[in-house]
């Protein structure tokens, strides 16, 4: 079960009309798709060979279905941090599984010295780099970008512990090696008194999977990163009393962060904020990891194909339903306040390696590059409300470091929080479940909207 917010009720009689006119308008495609959510929106294939029609990929549409009725409470543990107590209260959602073992699970941090009072959620998506299975079922995997050291499959598709969202998340994230508390984005959000929510990501899908087949997995299953985030978050508001919602996304976690706005923003929930740091659903992203793939010091090797990456994803891995950020802020009413951040150093975006032609070509590095079409987006709107920032001197992630970067983050929030904005889930504890109506009629729009983009191409 989820809940929603009061303005669906009025967004649903919008969208059952929208839904029943741009249907209209593509009335010559032939639709074959018996559940509205799940769609076949590859052309099929005929195999000469065996004279078979080949199976075309699963994609589910928004909006995101989640479940929250096995959500339980695992674990409980008190902490200190500096001077400071922490309550930690550890959660396992056994609706969604991991690909390899385990399932979804997330951390609720409370206030500071205040567990149970009203406060803002700060929600982490932390990274992890991607990963699929090819047709061979081999698990093909990058390399951490700040040790040249190649990631374990494992790591991202097993459950994630209390101890490991505490220790390699919570602890690694706000002190250093010796201990000592340090000043990055999350430790200041720490001490201006905000709840921190660690979701996990155990897919290895870019926290965007939408319940379908994790594909050529051994295991089987499915990748519900998406589903299980927006649980957690759902799960979280209606327990803890929230104020304002933000998203904190780094690497792998950026493009986590994207999904999870763009989501909720399609369902009439406008989360107050997200910082993007380290990654862009870009279609820049795209070529720059085509044409240095295998080059030494890049994050994935000659063998990687970021094609198979993007189908595992599903939607937001499928360019017939979902576009880059640069078209998708300005296309659907996107309305929720958006920071990129990188650093000009990042191996992630190509800093220091060879630079590409596309990026030699406009007398850019290939960071700056990659980001570029963003930032002229952001700039080509009139009083935009997102930003791109360059963390000058540094590499990858840096809002997990004291300086510009986790500057630029509260100059962002003061910009926010500087227009009042509405907390996104005030009623979240008092409307009911999502009617079946409802997720029918926003089910067949975005069935409609990839039968336009189909039928342009």
């Known amino acids: 079960m989820i809940k929603i917010s009061h303005t669906l009720a009025k967004f649903f009689l919008v969208t059952t009309v929208s839904a029943t006119i741009l249907c209209g308008s593509v009335h010559a495609l032939d639709w074959q798709a018996a559940n509205v959510d799940t769609v076949n929106i590859d052309p099929v294939h005929i195999d000469p060979t065996h004279n078979a029609l080949a ?135 720490i001490m201006e008194g905000y709840r921190i929510l660690i979701v996990s990501m155990c897919d290895h899908d870019l926290h965007s999977g939408m319940g379908t087949p994790y594909l050529n997995n051994p295991n089987g299953g499915e990748v ?12 979280t508001v209606s327990k803890y009393p929230t104020t304002h919602v933000f998203a904190h996304g780094t690497s792998a976690g950026s493009i986590g962060a994207f999904s999870l706005a763009y989501s909720y923003n399609f369902e009439g929930i406008s989360l107050n904020g997200i910082v993007m740091d380290s990654h862009l659903a870009s279609d820049r992203t795209k070529t720059l990891i085509d044409s240095l793939v295998g080059v030494p010091g890049f994050v994935f090797a000659a063998d990687f194909q970021i094609a198979e990456a993007s189908e595992k994803i599903g939607y937001f891995g499928n360019e017939d339903y979902f576009g880059f950020i640069e078209d998708e802020i300005n296309n659907y009413n996107y309305s929720v306040p958006t920071l ?89 504890a008092e409307v009911p479940m999502m009617p079946q109506a409802f997720l029918l009629a926003l089910g067949l729009l975005m069935l409609c909207l990839g039968a336009v983009r189909l039928k342009k191409k």
């Open 340 to 428: 990129d951040i990188f650093g000009p150093l990042d191996p992630g975006c190509g800093g220091g390696l060879p630079q590409i032609a596309e990026a030699a070509a406009a007398g850019l590095d290939n960071c700056e590059w990659v980001h570029e079409g963003f930032r002229q987006t952001v700039e080509s709107s009139p009083n935009s409300i997102h930003q791109v920032r360059k963390a000058i001197g540094f590499g990858h992630v840096p809002t997990h470091k004291d300086g510009i970067a986790s500057d630029f983050v509260d100059d962002f929030l003061l910009a926010v929080m500087a227009k009042a904005p509405p907390y996104p889930f005030a009623h979240s």
């Open 55 to 189: 199976a075309p990929p699963i994609i589910n549409t928004l909006p995101v279905e989640r479940s929250l009725d096995d959500i339980f409470l695992a674990e409980e543990e008190t902490i200190s941090l500096g001077p400071s107590t922490l309550d930690l209260d550890f959660y396992r959602n056994t609706a969604y599984t991991c690909g390899f073992s385990g399932n979804y699970t997330f951390l609720v941090v409370e206030p500071r010295d205040k567990p149970g009072t009203e406060a803002p959620l700060w929600v982490f998506l932390h990274g992890g780099g991607a990963g699929y299975f090819d047709e061979q079922q081999t698990y093909k995997i990058g390399i951490a970008p700040n040790t040249d050291i190649s990631r374990n499959p494992s790591e991202h598709n097993t459950e994630k512990t209390l101890e490991k969202l505490r220790d390699g998340q919570l602890f690694y994230r706000t002190t250093n090696a010796n201990g000592e508390i340090k000043n990055s984005t999350i430790t200041r959000r």
């Open 224 to 235: 519900n990163g998406l589903q299980a985030n927006m649980a957690a978050i759902d799960y």
